[in-house]
């Protein structure tokens, strides 16, 4: 049913367990489950979009320099957040898993982004039998979709159309 698969730095805590050299607290620090659940708790939506956001693309401040139309973008998505949390602590992805896609699959990383990302794309490369990596040059975790996304298109629509 798919045909090819394009990976934005996909949080896939899973893979990083049991590795001491990929997992530390830098995951527990860039995702701040613990901090944004409590700003939830507490009603505080824009804040827990705050110290999310800043926290996964790795820059201070990343959220309040988004522009308006991101900004009310997030803020009307903002109750998913907690499942979203939920679900990248709790799900679990094997590489065992990932030797089972077929498909030709593009990894793409931030050049800046949190280093678990570039982790998890590494650990990715290794078990996907069938694929290709790119680096969006300066970017974070965000991969220049709202402020350059000439760059990834690109990228993206050069890698579809080899495997039409």
Do not use: W
């Amino acid at each position: 049913m798919v045909k090819t698969l394009v990976l934005g730095e996909p949080p896939v805590l899973s893979l990083l367990e049991g590795n001491p050299s990929y997992y530390s607290k830098d995951i527990e620090n860039t995702f701040r489950h613990s901090l944004v659940r409590e700003a939830i708790d507490r009603g505080d939506a824009e804040n827990a979009a705050r110290i999310f956001l800043d926290g996964v693309i790795g820059t201070k401040g990343y959220f309040n320099q988004l522009p308006s139309d991101a900004h009310a973008m997030i803020m009307e998505n903002i109750k998913s957040l907690s499942g979203e949390l939920a679900s990248i602590i709790t799900q679990r992805f094997t590489c065992e898993d990932a030797q089972r896609v077929r498909v030709p699959t593009l990894l793409v990383k931030g050049e800046v982004s949190p280093k678990l990302f570039h982790n998890i794309i590494d650990i990715l490369a290794g078990c996907l039998p069938n694929n290709e990596q790119a680096t969006i040059p300066g970017e974070s975790h965000e991969l220049g979709r709202m402020e350059k996304p000439e760059v990834f298109n690109m990228i993206v629509l050069e890698f579809l159309s080899k495997h039409r």
